[in-house]
């Protein structure tokens, strides 16, 4: 049955156990007055009376007794959907983000991210959702609850944050912030738990590996085009092999982020070879005789298994340096895969990456291709959306899990081919502080709530 947008309020009523509707709701959820009927929030649930509000037949408030409001744990009043589903009557979506890293401060209840989750809950506004942040460490699995962070307006018209025990939800969004994070023996609790909770989907679990990406996708033919060679846990005859090939290759760490510990290796005739990388002192080079000496040096202090070797790609340049193309894309409430925001990346003076933390600087996307391509430009817009997708499709394919949003690094080449160097389950918004991004980030967010609210089969 379809759902219905109503707004909520909450009735004084300590006895019963129940829930008034307009004339006009029950013909559309087919109820008869007094029915007896099961109210249902996230994972909890209440047998109720169903009562008719014969003052306000066509109104689309609904009421709930304070009795029904807290054997629920209805967080607050306000804008809500109401559907029925077989012989109950359910009320949200109730959607969930879990993280680590909360504190009791009512002023900056998740420290110095704060403000990134401060702007997601913000996405919530006419939505009709309940919307809240929460740690492993604040289930209760026994009573099915939850006490968690809500964002709420204030009769001033600003926002403050509220801690409230609400049900579970119908649907968890998945923000455990580092690889390190995720080994915490409560992180690994709540994960297992919440696999064998009935019907509570999750999205985006997990980080990607560079290694499982590329054998994820270089077999598919689909996608295989978008894929520079690369191999694991490189020997240096690899490297020697790569460089005949490519003038170019770059040396990554299989579970890095943010261009952390990338290494730019060139064969430079005539003097050898060349490595770039950078330190917390900066960019560096270094130029050997042979190769072997370099690969010796690379690899003094770092394990060899950790890395990949891949193929360098001679990136087209604006103003002399390269660029690539942060694709922040989203399922929306159609389940299907849309680009928000396509953002151009430019190289720092001497950086090996195109990463902001190395120098680099952040460009609209079809601000970058109308300059390269003039009227062009719309033709390579399409060709790096069409890639972004085809690559967001077959990596949800391939890992079986849900997936509602994901970060692509794609490049272009001086030929026009594009590539996807990285793909990430947990892409930052580091691109959306730029002004002129400012309708693409609230779009991205609001992606987050419409695919949360399909999951949750609202």
Known sequence: METTRVRLRFLSHPDVCGIVLPANLFQKLELRSNQKITVMLGKKEMAATVLQDRRNPDSNVIKVTSLLRQELGIPHAGLVNIKREGDALRIGPSIGIVTTGLRKDPRNPIGPRTSFFYKLLQAQEGKGVFYFIFSPHDVDWNNHTVDAWFLRRTKKGGYVWRKLTTAMPDVVYDRIPSRSA??????????????HFPHTPVFNQGFFNKWNVYQMLSPNPEVNQYIPETYSSPSLQTIRNLLRKYPTIYLKPKNGSLGYGIIKVVRAPGKGYEAYYHTSAGNVKRTFAKLSSLYQHLFRTRRVSAYLAQQGIPLLTFNGRPFDFRVHLHKNQQNQWVVSCTA??????????????????????DELLRHLFGRHEQIMS??????????????EQAKGTELGELGLDIGIDTRGQVWMFEANSKPGRSIFKHARLKQADQESRRLLVDYSCYLANF
Not at 182 to 195: D, M, P, Q, S, W
Not at 344 to 365: E, L, Y
């Open 182 to 195: 995720e080994k915490h023996e409560a992180v690994r609790e709540f994960k297992y738990r919440l696999a």
């Open 344 to 365: 151009a990346k430019v190289a720092g003076s001497g950086s090996v990456t195109t990463h902001v933390r190395t120098g680099g600087t952040v460009i609209p996307g």
């Open 382 to 395: 399409d060709r790096i959306k069409e890639a972004a997708i085809r690559l967001a499709t077959a990596i």
